[in-house]
Structure formats: C-alpha cells, structure tokens
C-alpha cells in the first residue's frame, strides 16, 4: 500500500510514496549494521560536532519543517517552529554531555581497578508517532547517535514528509548515511525487523495495543525495549490554589497540540469549594482560543491529525454523557468525518464512564471532583496510566509532599508538565517503561559493562 501525506485541514493528498519492499528495509538494514562497526569507534568530539550541526540545521530550517508538520498532522506554525527549536536544544544537549554522561563510573571494590564502561548496542529501531513528528524522534536519535548506535526510524503512516526531512538534517550535517535512516513501510514489516538479530533493541512511542505487540516480539527474540505509551494526566487544583493562574494554564495543557499530546493535562481534579469557579474560568480561556488553518499565522489550534481520531473521541464523549458526565462546554466536530474539533468541557466524571478510565487524545477536559487533597490523589492514582501530573497550591511544600504520592513518571507542582534534555521522561503502570532524555535516556541503550582488574 502507498503511503500518503493527507492535509487534515483540507483533505488534500499532498505527496504519495511507495512503501519500501522487504528487499530495500533489508538492504538498508545491512549497511546500518556494516555502519555501526564504524561509527562506534569515533570518538566523542567527532560525534558532537555533527550533532552541532544537526541542530544548527533544525534552526535554519525551522520555518520549513513548521510547514511540513502544519501540512502533515495541523500543527499551527509557531507550535512548529518551538519543535524544532526544542529539537535543536536537545541535539546540542547531547554534543555537550554525552561524554560526560558515558564516561567510564569507577566503582571502589576488592579489586585493583573495578569500573562500568557504557558501550554502544547497535541498530536501535525507533517505532514513532505522528504527534510530535520532530521532537519524539530526536529525543531518541540524538542520545542514540551520540552513543555510538545507529538508527532506523519507521515514523508513523501520516507524516512521511517529516521523517525524511529529518533523515535530511542528519545527513547534511555529516552523519554517514547509513547511521540514520528512515524506513518508508507499513505496520507489517515491524515485527520481521526485530526479529532481525541484526535490530538489537526498540524504543516505541504510541498506543498501548502497539506498545504491547512490540514488546511482546522484542521480548520473544529477547530484545531491550523502552515504551512511552498513552497517558490520562491528572491536573490537580487545590482550593488554596492561585485559581487564574491555574485555570488559565488549565486551557494551555489541555490544548497542547490540539490536545493530541501523551503529557496534556487530561483529567483535573479540583477541591470542591473551587470548582464551580475553576470551570468558569477554564471555559473562558478555552472559548477564546482560535481554530484556523494551521499555516495561518494567527491560529491558535487546528484540526485533529486525522478524521478517524475526530469521530473516536466523538464517541468517546457521547457515550460518557450517556453514562452521566454533565457537559459545561459543548464543541466538537461540527460533522462526522470531520478532523475539526473544538474544545469539550465534562464535569461530574465518575467511575464507570469512559471519560473516567479511558484517554481522551484530543481536546476534551474531564473535571472530577475532589473532597480534599487526599481524595484528590486517590482519584489522580485511581488511573491505569501513570506518565505525568501535576499540583497546584499556594503551600509549594505541602505541593511537594502530594507531588511525591502521585503514581507517574513526572509531577509537577504549580507548573505545565512538560518534557525537557534536562531530566528523565516516561511513565509507570500503562503509561510505559524506561526513560528518554537526561543521563537516563543515553543509558538505555547501551550495554553497562563491569570490567574488574584483579
């Protein structure tokens, strides 16, 4: 089957591409295994200038990736301009500190001379959605290029164009070809690449039925995976809270990406003498937002990624209305088959509706109701997911203390959750395992070698 770049917005098909054959992913396959032999033996100043370069070039070309993402999944342009720029920070990221981070621990034993060296595996397959089509595979790329391993990246089905635009950057900046490549190919042939020996581990970003199936093979040929999978985040807004602040930010977690986002807040659990004011406000901030075309400057949001998602979340909120959640703002598709989706406030969301355990990846808020703070984070861990949350007091170490009985990867008090090459990302429970980004993210795969000298 072809695979096709389709314009949300408009419906247009913009490019169409061949799916490559089995013969040319393994083809391609051999030489970034003949690569790898190579590339680990460069040294890290050799590795770190191209990663420089990488990241020069995703500022330089900012404005046109911004376009490819707003054509490919309807990202507004300034989301995509920050993407790639936040591509490049983490680039530079890993020029700086992959060294430092790989350096050879020396550890006090009975030995003479005892230490952990981290060496590099080889082909990493990168399994990619299309949310972030930039920033999801650069966090992997860069800590795996910088590590001596080289990667294959078989991005998601919609976004062809971005991902051959980011083997692009990393092959103008000098990187040998066969050190990144993109694989143009359906679903089908995953499973038959890591079977391949020559695939040594996976990283896969998406939902929890492909988490399960790669990992499920990758475990079968006894294979290191790291899964970053769905997310329901709880926003947790106590009624001590600086309640503009919180309501107003409210609306930017939500929307994030038009609320096609692992990490946008999803369910926001408020105590219940703020609440009623918490919705008022939340739903200012949301009604003020924008819908456009997303290659118009002044667009705030644009439309969900495909129509499919569109009618899924439609029925989602259809059936939790039936189920007894209360709709304070009512939007959506303005017609089925439509990727148009304007923002959706539900409140009175209790156990037994969809909207309760099920995530909502698009822009949808869920408001629960809390007694008090501990019944705010029985309902925020009362959750088969577990990636991020946050807390929101005016009592920063009172927020500290709750942010520690969140059950999530990340947790932050009185700020967006947000990802960053500083610190470790990914969840617990459903959510995933395994770390991305920080010192964390560049260990993962690489082998941790004891080396001891009696």
Known sequence: MPIESVNPYTGRTERTFDAFSWAETERILAEAHTAFATWRTTDFDHRS?????????LRERSDELARLMAVEMGKPLADGRAEANKCALCCDFYADRAAEFLADEFIETEAQRSFIAYEPL????????????????VRFAAPALMAGNVGLLKHASNVPQCALALEKIFHDAGFPPATFRTLLIGSDLVEKL????????????????????????????????????GG???????????LPLAAKTAAQARMINSGQSCIAAKRFIIEKPVIKEFIAQLKEHLQALRYGDPLAEGTDYGPLARPDLADELTEQVEDSVKQGAKTELEGGQPEPGSAQFAPVILSNVQPGQRAYTEEFFGPVALVLEAQDADDAIRLANDSRFGLGGSVWTRDVKRGEQLARQVQAGAVFVNSLVKSAPEV???????????????????????????????
Do not use: C
Request: net charge neutral; hydrophobic share 50%; charged share 20%.
């Open 49 to 57: 200038k191209l990663m420089r370069r990488a990241a020069e070039l």
């Open 232 to 242: 329901s985040d709880a926003f947790i807004v106590l009624a001590d809270a600086d």
């Open 194 to 229: 890591i079977a391949d020996d020559r695939v040594v581990a996976v990283t896969l970003t998406g939902s929890e039925p492909a988490g399960a199936a790669v990992a499920a093979t990758a475990g079968h040929h006894i294979k290191k995976t790291v899964l970053e999978l």
């Open 122 to 137: 080889g082909a990493v397959l990168a399994v990619m959605p299309w949310n972030f089509p930039f920033w999801q595979v």
């Open 424 to 454: 470790p990302f990914g969840g617990i429970k459903k959510s995933g395992y395994g770390r991305e980004l920080s010192h964390l993210g560049i260990r993962e795969f690489v082998n941790q070698k004891t080396i001891w000298i009696a």
